[in-house]
């Protein structure tokens, strides 16, 4: 029976160095990380950048094995990666590979609960 990926989660805030160089290698040797929102160094070592203002609109699913996700309200992100969830032209959660490993960003610190199942399920899938 194959062996599921090790998968944290965590918020981004401000980290001390040791924390997010501990986090990065982790992903880059094979690890699986879900930010949800946050900013500062964590997301600088990844390559995402959160944008300022929230956005509200119906989600469209934009890679292939996610969950839908109902109405929310959530942070745009850009970065190295490939978009997860959009609204209209804004990302709300980007992912992409990082070394061996895979992450994912959430704009929020609470993300509604099928958002973040659905980043959960695609990162345990890649």
Do not use: K
């Amino acid at each position: 029976m194959g062996q599921s990926p090790d998968i944290r989660v965590v918020t981004a805030g401000e980290m001390e160095p040791d924390e997010v160089s501990g986090l990065v290698a982790f992903v880059v040797n094979g690890g699986r990380l879900l930010v949800q929102g946050g900013a500062g160094r964590l997301l600088n070592a990844l390559h995402l950048i959160p944008r300022a203002a929230a956005v509200q609109g119906p989600v469209q699913v934009v890679r292939p094995g996610l969950a839908q996700v109902a109405d929310t309200e959530a942070c745009p992100v850009s970065g190295v990666g490939f978009a997860l969830y959009r609204i209209g032209e804004s990302c709300i959660a980007l992912g992409g590979p990082r070394g061996q490993g895979v992450v994912a960003y959430v704009g929020s610190e609470n993300p509604p609960t099928d958002l973040a199942t659905g980043c959960l399920e695609w990162l345990a899938g890649n």
